[in-house]
């Protein structure tokens, strides 16, 4: 980072990932902060700095002050990887600490708690936050955990076979027992006493809603566009790959159809909204929602719009830019188990599959909206413009503008981005975002000295372009 970078992350407030402190005033207080900054997205301790943003400047030694900053990170457990740069800004000393993200299912505490960054703050968490925080960070993990009720004969061998039979493995079961399959299959293990994991529950289990009753699907049809009058309701309480079709099948039964004519011998039935959308949306709420909620999938049909939420917000180690980008499992047994069924594809492409789908259908981009505890992803049948993106030409012009630009000077970030189409630092967000969805630029960083580069084969496509 050079001091250009660090003056344009100082003009910026304090947020999750930047913390001011005008001097090193407290080891204690250092500590805590960069325990919470790396428990959460990494970021940057920068001292010499006011909490208004004011460059005040520092007039410790420095090479001491490097010491008692050194000292207070070797007091966190583990110690977080850092980097503390020497900067002069408007001739003044700062000293700025960059904090590494601690590792995925990983941890750092200071004197035995946790800390965390909490908007510009750091917060100590403890009680059921603390819980909650080990489970965001798949330290507990539902998947690797046991259900110690569940026993082999509470499990339906034809399930078994079902799978194994996807699996092209229909003969597996004549030489091996169920034991020996669950063990293989990592969903369950043998060490001293039998246990089975919570996947083979809610994949194989006779009656999965006696160990977890969370895993019911709740469907409503409603009439208009509040959730007042109820057409049609279903609760499904099945293993998963039976809860997904039989949600499939309800969304498909309620849904309005036209008939579009081919030709004079074929009349296609044409969805108001594309199934392999609808699809997507469901296997992902079943894959990814948070099976410690004891709240269950919803998925609601309305006359405008069709609604599907899943306990569990963005996983821990996601940040919401990439959202769409990369394929992150909350759970990574029951993922790949889904996998092997063929109902998820796990690389990441999913969202940008999804807009194109409802793109082409003429409809708007779904709509995905997070909370701390819930994901929803809600489909509209009103009409959009917006093209499918399939290559650099269905870029808008202000997006290819930028792949010029950075072709010619390797880097951009938001504001140059803004400034170079003028437009506002909100278009410039969604705009860059869906480049990065479609793979033509990637971020590089994690806070405010973000910038963003092309992705490797998106200047060969530049110039495919052109001819």
């Avoid at 006011?50 to 410790?60: M, R, S, T, V, Y």
């Avoid at 793109?359 to 959009?384: H, I, M, W, Y």
């Amino acid at each position: 980072m050079d001091a250009i970078q660090l003056k344009e992350i100082i003009s910026h407030e304090e947020n999750q990932e930047v913390e001011f402190k005008q001097s090193f005033h407290s080891a204690q207080d250092v500590s805590k902060i960069l325990c919470g900054l790396a428990n959460t997205l990494g970021g940057i301790l920068i001292l010499g700095v006011d909490d208004a943003g004011q460059i005040i400047g520092l007039h410790e030694n420095l090479d001491k002050l490097q010491q008692n900053i050194s000292a207070a990170n070797q007091s966190i457990s583990p110690v977080p990887l850092i980097n503390v740069e020497m900067h002069k800004v408007e001739e003044k000393d700062l000293v700025a600490v960059i904090v590494q993200k601690a590792p995925d299912n990983s941890y750092h505490t200071f004197q035995g708690a946790i800390y965390v960054r909490i908007g510009s703050t750091t917060k100590r968490i403890e009680g059921n936050t603390h819980l909650e925080f080990l489970r965001n960070r798949q330290i507990l993990s539902f998947d690797e955990s046991y259900e110690l009720s569940c026993k082999v004969e509470d499990l339906d061998i034809e399930k078994i076979k079902r799978y194994l039979k996807i699996r092209k493995q229909e003969n597996y079961l004549d030489e091996h027992s169920v034991e020996d399959f669950l063990i293989s299959s990592k969903i369950a293990t043998q060490n001293g006493q039998f246990k089975i994991k919570n996947p083979a529950v809610l994949l194989f289990a006779k009656d999965p809603i006696k160990f977890h009753p969370q895993i019911e699907l709740k469907l409503v049809q409603f009439s208009g566009i509040e959730p007042v009058n109820i057409v049609a309701h279903k609760l499904v309480q099945e293993d998963l790959m039976d809860a997904i079709e039989q949600a499939i099948s309800f969304v498909e039964k309620y849904l309005s159809k036209g008939i579009e004519i081919k030709s004079k011998a074929r009349r296609d039935e044409i969805y108001e909204y594309p199934l392999n959308v609808i699809r997507e949306a469901i296997v992902n709420a079943v894959a990814h929602r948070d099976y410690f909620s004891k709240d269950a999938i919803q998925i609601y049909l309305f006359d405008d719009r069709i609604e599907i939420t899943n306990p569990g917000s963005l996983p821990h180690n996601l940040p919401r830019e990439l959202f769409g980008t990369i394929s992150v499992q909350r759970n990574p047994i029951t993922y790949r188990f889904l996998r092997d069924l063929g109902y998820v594809e796990g690389l990441g492409t999913g969202i940008p599959r999804m807009k194109n789908a409802m793109r082409q259908a003429g409809l708007n981009d779904p709509d995905f909206k997070f909370t701390e505890s819930f994901f929803r992803v809600v489909l509209f049948n009103a009409k959009g413009k917006k093209k499918p993106i399939d290559s650099i030409k269905d870029l808008n012009d202000r997006q290819k503008k930028a792949l010029e630009y950075l072709k010619k000077h390797k880097s951009l970030k938001t504001q140059t981005y803004s400034e170079i189409n003028n437009v506002s630092r909100a278009t410039a967000v969604n705009e860059i975002n869906e480049m990065i969805q479609y793979k033509y630029i990637k971020k590089v960083g994690a806070f405010r000295g973000a910038y963003y580069v092309l992705e490797d084969g998106t200047a060969e496509q530049l110039e495919q372009e052109k001819k």
